[in-house]
């Protein structure tokens, strides 16, 4: 089995050897035959021996076939020049729409008369506040925000509006801004009576009596 498998190594390598004798032998003796790159490249240096010749440049053909494409480009069209009054326009609609919007205003508040209310017990009421200044009335214990701008709007702007109501004038207020019974229960008047700046009466100053001219000496 070893002599076998020797002697077909040996067969085989012999072949081998063999082959490539042939194949050497072959190629010498076999006409050299180009290849088709070698046809090629002759064929190109042909073209540019003809060329030169006849004196023209090898990339002209390049550069007229670039000339052709440019050609077919249509030319680009003007772009107009922006109208100032136009962009103008523009500008102001755009900062009105970015503008912040303005909240709306306070509305104040308004007292729906009650049709059991007559003006039998209304109080005393003035139509502005004085000297334009309203006291805060919200530092009265039960009167908030709401019911201070009710009591503006009847009116009642100061402490001693509120001190100086009767029993009566005190349920009418009460009753015409929504709140029956809120004064009495909360002592409106005796609140606003302590809150009341007592008016200091100041006397007037005697101006300072001039001393007594002194009478004249006689010349003797």
Same mark, same amino acid.
């Given at each position: ?65 670039? =000339? ?17 009054a136009i962009s103008d326009r523009s ?18 508040? =308004? ?110």
């Open positions: 089995m070893v002599m076998f498998i020797l002697s077909s190594l040996f067969l085989i390598a012999a072949a081998f050897i063999i082959g490539a004798i042939l194949g050497n032998l072959s190629k010498r003796f076999s006409a050299k035959r180009d290849s088709v790159s070698e046809n090629s490249t002759r064929a190109a240096d042909a073209r540019l021996a003809s060329l030169s010749l006849l004196g023209t440049a090898a990339n002209d053909d390049v550069k007229k076939s670039a =000339k052709d494409a440019a050609a077919m480009i249509p030319p680009a069209e003007p772009v107009p020049a922006p109208d100032p500008t102001r609609s755009a900062r009105k729409t970015a503008a912040p919007k303005k909240a709306p205003a306070k509305t104040e508040a =308004k007292v729906v008369r009650s049709p059991r209310q007559d003006d039998k017990n209304r109080p005393a009421v003035l139509k502005t506040a004085r000297r334009g200044k309203p006291d805060k009335l919200t530092a009265i214990n039960g009167i908030g925000t709401v019911i201070e701008s009710k009591l503006f709007a009847l009116g009642i702007f100061h402490y001693d509006q509120i001190a100086g109501w009767t029993t009566d004038e005190a349920a009418w207020v009460s009753e015409e801004i929504g709140f029956p019974g809120r004064a009495h229960r909360e002592d409106w008047i005796k609140q606003a009576a302590g809150l009341v700046k007592p008016v200091v009466k100041t006397k007037p100053t005697a101006a300072p009596k001039k001393p007594a001219p002194k009478p004249a000496r006689k010349r003797s």
